[in-house]
């Protein structure tokens, strides 16, 4: 997740080092000594054996010569965050990239803390690599803004282009999605997930109108989008899919709103031999569903949208039951969409085989949950609500010994909600399920005990997000801030690269953060903390501290200023609602000149010298020239 | 739906929140409850408690408290009376909280019928809509009123039969509607069955199982 390395100051451009010969970064090598040319070429050789982006920062930091056969050989560049860089400066080090990762936005933008029309926008990098990545095949963005005049581009430049993933964007419409297929000549591996803008059915239509052109689209995921259509507006884009056998790997349409056209979905399914992922969307009942099934049973990936009758009586029980006892290389479930749980017991035949468990849009029981998830063995990953409860939980922790990741979202999200699970259900998660690396906790009470535990059975633990939701809780048994708990698992989960706390903290917790965090690089905080120690226990103790999102916590300029020698090493710092003022984001703009420092206004006409939000982060171009007039770059 | 309420929760929500959200007024350990006094008290702000700056956190703090304590003043101090909802918490994305607003579907069945109906509880803030819109429903039916008790029938006038609405509890038990309020039967109901008359006396002893609609 690091930024692309640069040379240090001196290398920066040919500048005089005092030998002769300097080939142009183009690498025609044309001027170059003969002996040197062969090196350079070995090193290229070896070079693109490197996949590792930290290797590969590393050795382009060795030498001149070792920079532009690095330079040379990457093909897949990451951006960590889109303003980090220019697009020039990228394109004109990287010549022959094939897969891009960019970042946009700041995290907390998925929580509606960022303005819309902040920034992030596709179009300049678009503009920038056209010309020159002809052989880019597969792009990746997150929380970036796209327009369709993006992806007509992306579309018509890249000949080779056949994976495009959009997680958490904006901006566009089916209408730019269906120029992408019509000018892939070869498979496309499209996932969108999150999009949250004016994704509709009607550029969907277009988009598999396009596929007549060309057989090879591979996947088509659309994954946590907001369809916006209104019903009468929707269109049968699953209809547009070319006759004939297709080469579909991946469908994926579970958040698309809109009813689909049911026979046609199973007309392609029925012809799409090679598809391993498939999920549904809220409209397809479980009678429906059976019958996709029975016409891919290869699957390994479903999504079962609904899960539940259609209204009318819907006997699709034995159906299911049997579909899925076909079902043999079922790996993966999710969707259960409806409320209908008196279909549960139909999965059974697949749970022995089951990794990937996703029940965190089903209102389940614990009652419910326990005959399914006893049967789960293998289960790898499990998502659920915490409707079932710490006794559900018990069940998991009996039952899923090998579980790595697990997310327990709340059935009622707001602060006041009675919240199901508790510490009792951490507890037990942790006795059973030892091998844990990521979990993400929703709840309402919780102990330091319950925590400590945790920290001392799940040692494998690399990613740690507990959220209390009733702001400033305290250990629910004793009364006392939740210091000793993040302090356990920051000391004892040697690993632990992320880390989410909450409840009642003070300066403590900060210490411990501090002192034992040393491998942590992302950190989430929200209205925690005692004073502007907090924020300098983190920034002078955690080397490896990447990505600093804080809200609500009583932090101002000193703490702020605190971290002044370590702001470079990072990749950005988020602080809203805390207590700082423009004259120390402007000290801290004096002093670091490569850090942006954007205070972002959203309420026009307050001017006082609070600032409400702050996103900084280091850049090698300095501010950007697109920022909206509430952003102000210091 | 998300995008409308990315816009109307950033241009509004935001504008009345965020300055007495940054009050914060934290305890120091122990110092202002009792351990384990009102752990399940919810906490809003004028809850909070008095940061007692550099009481017992020493003297090197001083300099960083002076600061803070400034920064408090020229922030605006609002005490907040409410427990406004916060923008953006708990961290659960928009779409995932829309998409299981409903949870109050139940599963209408009317014997003798084949078919089945689902209703949302939550559409309906009592029980004479729910009958209302039964009786819409299943399109043959009147509400009968009965004189005697507070019970409600739905007749049927080509046959003069009547049903009594019932429905099964979280603990599956079949009970009449209309006997416990209705916040707690939205809460408790599992499914309904507009049942026979002439059954419904066997709902006197409480734990039957209906086994009809598995």
């Not at chain 1, 994926?252 to 498939?278: G, I, W, Y």
Request: include cysteine; hydrophobic fraction near 40%; charge should be negative.
């Amino acid at each position: 997740m690091e930024e692309v390395s640069e040379m240090p100051a001196g290398g920066e451009g040919d500048g005089g080092k005092g030998l002769q010969c300097f080939p142009d970064p183009g690498g025609t090598g044309a001027q170059m000594p003969f002996f040197d040319h062969i090196l350079e070429n070995v090193l290229e050789n070896v070079l693109c054996f490197l996949t590792s982006r930290r290797d590969r920062n590393a050795a382009s930091l060795v030498c001149k010569s070792w920079y532009r056969a690095e330079a040379q050989t990457r093909i897949e560049l990451f951006i960590g965050n889109c303003y980090a860089v220019s697009p020039s400066r990228a394109v004109g080090r990287f010549r022959r990239v094939r897969s891009l990762v960019l970042k946009g936005k700041p995290r907390f933008a998925d929580f509606n803390l960022v303005p819309l029309e902040w920034g992030a926008r596709l179009t300049p990098w678009l503009t920038a690599m056209a010309p020159a990545y002809t052989c880019l095949e597969q792009i990746c963005l997150k929380r970036v803004t796209v327009a369709d005049d993006d992806l007509f581009l992306l579309a018509c430049s890249f000949p080779r282009f056949r994976d495009l993933s959009l997680i958490c964007c904006d901006g566009f419409t089916t209408a730019g999605l269906a120029i992408i297929a019509q000018n892939c000549r070869y498979g496309i591996h499209l996932s969108i997930q999150g999009i949250s803008d004016r994704f509709t059915t009607a550029g969907l239509y277009q988009f598999e109108s396009w596929f007549s052109s060309t057989r090879n689209l591979r996947s088509l995921d659309l994954i946590e989008n907001d369809v916006e259509d209104d019903e009468d507006e929707a269109v049968d884009w699953v209809s547009m899919f070319p006759p004939g056998n297709t080469c579909l790997e991946s469908l994926v349409f579970d958040c698309v709103a809109c009813p689909v056209n049911f026979e046609a979905l199973a007309s392609l399914v029925a012809r799409s031999p090679f598809l391993q992922r498939l999920r549904v969307n809220e409209h397809i009942s479980a009678g429906h569903l059976c019958q996709l099934l029975a016409r891919a049973p290869q699957i390994t990936d479903l999504g079962t949208g609904s899960f539940a009758a259609s209204g009318d009586a819907d006997d699709a029980e034995t159906a299911l039951e049997s579909a899925f006892h076909a079902s043999k290389s079922l790996s993966c479930l999710s969707g259960f969409r409806g409320i209908a749980a008196e279909y549960l017991h139909t999965i059974h035949p697949v749970c022995a085989h089951l990794t990937s468990l996703n029940f965190s849009y089903a209102l389940i029981s614990p009652q419910q949950l326990t005959p399914i998830i006893t049967c789960c063995p293998n289960l790898e990953t499990l998502w659920v609500l915490d409707s079932v409860g710490d006794d559900g939980l018990q069940m998991v922790a009996a039952s899923c010994r090998k579980l790595k990741k697990l997310t327990v979202f709340p059935l009622e999200a707001t602060e006041d909600s009675e919240g199901s699970v508790s510490d009792v259900g951490l507890i037990a998660i942790s006795a059973g399920c030892r091998k844990l690396r990521s979990i993400l906790y929703f709840c309402q009470r919780m102990t330091n005990n319950a925590v400590v535990t945790m920290s001392q059975n799940c040692q494998e633990l690399v990613v740690f997000r507990l959220c209390i939701m009733g702001r400033h809780r305290p250990d629910h048994l004793t009364g006392e801030p939740m210091d000793e708990g993040f302090g356990a698992i920051v000391k004892n989960c040697k690993n632990l690269t992320r880390l989410a706390v909450s409840g009642l903290l003070t300066d403590v917790a900060f210490a411990y953060i501090g002192k034992y965090g040393k491998l942590l690089r992302t950190l989430s905080v929200a209205f925690a903390g005692n004073t502007d120690l907090s924020l300098r226990y983190l920034l002078q103790g955690c080397p490896r501290l990447q990505k600093l999102e804080i809200r609500d916590c009583p932090f101002g300029d000193a703490g702020l200023l605190s971290g002044i020698d370590h702001y470079y090493n990072m990749r950005f710092l988020w602080m809203s609602s805390c207590r700082l003022s423009l004259n120390g984001c402007e000290e801290v703009a004096r002093a670091l000149p490569r850090m942006v420092v954007e205070v972002i206004k959203d309420m026009p006409g307050v001017e006082n010298d609070s600032v409400q939000k702050l996103y900084m982060y280091r850049s090698l171009v300095g501010p950007r020239n697109d920022a909206p007039t509430f952003v102000n770059i210091l | 739906m998300s995008t409308e309420t990315a816009k109307s929760s950033t241009e509004s929500e935001i504008s009345g929140l965020n300055y007495e959200e940054t009050e914060l007024k934290l305890g120091l350990p122990g110092s202002t409850h009792a351990t384990g006094s009102e752990p399940e008290r919810k906490r809003g702000f004028s809850e909070t408690v008095d940061l007692k700056l550099g009481r017992s956190l020493g003297v090197n703090f001083d300099y960083l408290t002076a600061e803070s304590s400034a920064n408090r003043a020229s922030a605006g101090v609002k005490p907040s009376s409410n427990k406004a909802q916060v923008v953006g918490w708990p961290p659960v994305r928009s779409f995932r909280k829309i998409a299981l607003k409903s949870c109050a579907y139940v599963k209408v069945a009317v014997d003798g019928a084949p078919y089945l109906r689902k209703v949302d509880l939550e559409m309906y803030a009592g029980y004479q809509q729910l009958l209302t819109a039964l009786k819409e429903m299943f399109s043959c039916f009147t509400i009968c009123n009965s004189p005697n008790t507070n019970e409600r029938r739905l007749v049927d006038p080509l046959n003069g039969a009547e049903y009594v609405p019932t429905y099964e509890d979280k603990d599956g038990d079949w009970m009449l509607v209309g006997d416990v309020p209705w916040k707690m039967f939205v809460a408790s109901c599992k499914r309904l069955r507009l049942m026979k008359s002439s059954e419904a006396v066997n709902l006197e002893c409480l734990s039957s199982p209906a086994n009809d609609f598995v």
